[in-house]
């Protein structure tokens, strides 16, 4: 039995496309052209776009039409394409790090081979840490401007580990959450993963419009909210005080649990307190080590109410069951003895140097950036498209980060995400300058 007629197009159009027939960038007739050229219903030319764009080869944008999608971009290019090709320089994955933090951890080892607790950490560790572990973390969060005891923090593998115990304790397959319209790639793999429902929050200026969150609790029973006040990955704003006020009254008014991810919040000089300090009785607090100490090193931290946090104990015990005694030990030592807080500001100078970098080759391109983050928004003009121009930096051997992972929207902005704390100033620096070559190239 011959296939229903629209399949046909589907492959026609598909096999066109794979064989470079219909060019990457190709602008496609639209749905009534569609349906008019081949003799099909309107709702049947829908169907042929929407097989085609499930399989990848075609992408659908409100207002502009539907195009070719460039077919030798890998799929979701960003924070999950971290394997870059060798002679390939990564503006793509955040991996900061100073000269001379191995000569530290070789210190720190020996320190540790020396102590008379190393038997103890080759052993079962309790699930949120030791006591004086979790007493460590706690004064390295009385620095940040969020005062807890050792009792209301729990030890995690990382800011994702973090993530993902908050989410599986306290969330139900079915939820829904609030999300920035641009967000953090990891919780969007995440909420795929406990199967939650995301609702993108836009951007007003520096922070999610609150008058579209209210509507969204009005319409929806909103059960969590997840946010980036400080340092927001990847715009890059630091939500000000006002506004951070104006939000925790919505979450008290509407019951949202919030959940504040504060893995970059260290790069914020004096930024305005946690949303965990304005209201500590419906925030988890997550954070972790991988971007102001090492991204290797896999520790991080959660601060909750008492009754979650036994029940984030639970999924770290069904998961991990504790932190690595070692990475753990090593970690604390360095929260204790100043090394994390001296880390941390050489980073913040270190972030803060880069971007000057960025500020000078890429100025006039509408750069969205805080003056001291690892990372830079670069949206395109509309003439350009997001995965041509991040095919030609691959070919230039220049690895970036399209807006797709990011977005939480049907439809991803042609922008790029780039990441400046992975390479050293010079290669950095004519990195940018081939983005910059590139990106112009494609909107002339």
Known sequence: MAPPRYKQLVDTLAADIRAGRLAPGTRLPTHRQLAAQSGLA???????????????????????????????????????????????????????????????????????????DLEALLRYQPHG?????????????????????????????????????????????????????????????????????????????????????????????????????????????VMGASRRRQLVALARRHGLLLIEDAAYAFLADQPPPPLATLAPECT??????????????????????????????????????????????????WLGDGTAARLEADKRADAAARQVIAGEVLAGLGLVRHPASYFAWLPLTENARADQVAKALMAARVAVSTAEPFATTTQAPHALRLALGSVDAAALRAALQTVRRVVLAHTC
């Open 129 to 237: 840490g030791r006591p004086h572990e979790r007493a460590a973390v706690a004064r390295h969060l009385a620095r940040r401007g969020l005062a807890r005891t050792a009792d209301e923090v729990a030890i995690v593998d990382g800011a994702q580990h973090g993530l993902a115990t908050t989410v599986m304790a306290l969330l139900q397959p079915g939820d829904v959450v609030a999300v920035d319209a641009l967000t953090y790639p990891g919780f969007k793999l995440l909420a795929q993963a406990q199967r939650l429902e995301l609702l993108p929050i836009p951007a007003a200026g520096q922070g999610p419009d609150l008058d579209k969150l209210a509507a969204l609790c009005a319409q929806r029973r909103v059960r969590a909210l997840y946010s980036m006040p400080t340092l927001h990955n990847p715009l890059g704003w």
């Open 42 to 116: 309107l709702a049947t030319a829908t169907r042929v776009y929407a097989e085609l764009q499930a399989m990848g080869l075609v992408s659908g944008e409100t207002g502009r039409g539907s195009f070719v999608r460039e077919a030798g971009l890998p799929p979701g290019l960003g924070i999950d394409q971290q394997a870059t090709a060798a002679g390939m320089v990564d503006l793509n994955f955040n991996t900061p790090a100073l000269p001379g933090q191995a000569e530290l951890l070789r210190t720190a080892l020996r320190q540790l081979a020396a102590t008379g």
């Open 284 to 333: 988890v607090y997550v954070g972790g080590l991988s971007k102001s100490v090492a991204t290797g090193l896999r520790v991080g931290f959660v601060s909750a109410p008492a009754a979650w946090l036994t029940q984030i104990e639970r999924a770290i015990r069904c998961t991990t069951w504790n932190t690595p005694g070692v990475m753990t030990a090593l970690a604390c030592g």
